[in-house]
């Protein structure tokens, strides 16, 4: 491990998060990065839906997932927990922080909002907090600070999956976030696909990276092979807005919902119709392109490679072997 203060916190050999893209994650995947040295972390919709014809709830997969997590690596773990003020948020979040402590995994990488039942709820179980404001503000991350936050992302609109509100890229949100707070580590998010962008990220201030899309063109991920093909070919000059916070490579679906938003169909009917048919999951998991959409960063140009999981963490953290 080196003296990077993200690799103290975590335990890992290398400042680098696998953010959890929630469809788009499994053990296998998990495992790997965590066997690379970087940070694996499950997602929500993480593993089979169904065991032997019987419909697993989300709160069982996760447990199921984990206990296969744990027979692939021993190497530190984190667990995606979405935090919100309201109890049914907070329910979920409970039992997911006891399937995590059953399976000696203690990091918990928080999207959305502070909320002090869920901080109070982690830090009870001795647990690391890795927060990521769905809308970054200097405020909100010094209200993280503040309540015990271990670790700050910072991410710009840059990103796949939902983009913040606002304008700010990942080049104006780090340096905001990391002049905002007095003691907490930032790791940068957004439109980071290699070396370059992880050098820019820490020239801006952050000590580490939190990286989503290039891992969705990783062999171990369970994207469908087409999604994987289209990341490769694609470019981020062909991503369209299917909602005023969700982006997609041109499928069918998503060029009708960017005419539809275009035409001025309110973001919530659109998104809540993205949700209905399965969000992320039809085209990215099970590949139907034609019905779904394809949610990934701005970057991918610099993304012309499906490599192991290893591979990938050892190009980004090229400046960071020992």
Not at 268 to 297: F, Q
């Amino acid at each position: 491990m080196n003296d990077n203060t993200i690799c103290r916190i975590l335990g890992t050999r290398y400042p680098l998060i696998q953010a959890p893209m929630n469809w788009i994650n499994n053990a296998e995947m998990v495992a790997a990065v965590s066997n690379a040295g970087a940070l694996g972390v499950l997602g929500p919709n993480a593993g089979p839906k169904e065991i032997d014809g019987r419909r697993i709830p989300t709160e069982e997969r996760i447990s199921i997932e984990l206990s296969r997590v744990r027979r692939l690596t021993s190497a530190p773990v984190g667990i995606n927990i979405f935090s919100a003020h309201d109890d049914g948020t907070r329910a979920y979040a409970m039992k997911t922080i006891s399937a995590a402590k059953a399976n000696d995994v203690n990091v918990y990488c928080l999207v959305g909002t502070f909320d002090d039942v869920i901080y109070k709820a982690i830090k009870a179980a001795g647990g690391i907090i890795v927060h990521r404001e769905l809308n970054p503000t200097a405020e909100s991350a010094r209200v993280a600070e503040d309540n015990g936050a271990d670790i700050i992302v910072a991410t710009g609109i840059d990103e796949g999956g939902m983009i913040p509100a606002g304008c700010m890229g990942t080049f104006t949100i780090v340096p905001e976030i990391v002049d905002a707070v007095k003691s907490v580590p930032v790791m940068a998010a957004g439109g980071i696909n290699d070396i370059r962008g992880v050098r820019a990220a820490f020239a801006l201030g952050a000590q580490g990276v939190y990286v989503g899309t290039r891992f969705i063109t990783s062999a171990e991920c369970p994207a469908a092979q087409i999604v994987k093909d289209m990341i490769v070919a694609g470019s981020g000059n062909e991503i369209v807005a299917v909602a005023p916070n969700e982006r997609s490579l041109p499928t069918p679906a998503a060029i009708d919902y960017n005419r539809r938003l275009l035409a001025g169909e309110s973001a919530e009917t659109l998104h809540k119709e993205i949700m209905e048919k399965g969000g992320l999951g039809p085209a990215m998991l099970h590949g139907d392109v034609t019905n779904g959409i394809v949610s990934v960063n701005t970057g991918i140009s610099t993304i012309r490679t499906i490599k192991p999981v290893a591979e990938i963490v050892e190009e980004l953290m090229a400046d960071f072997k020992n």
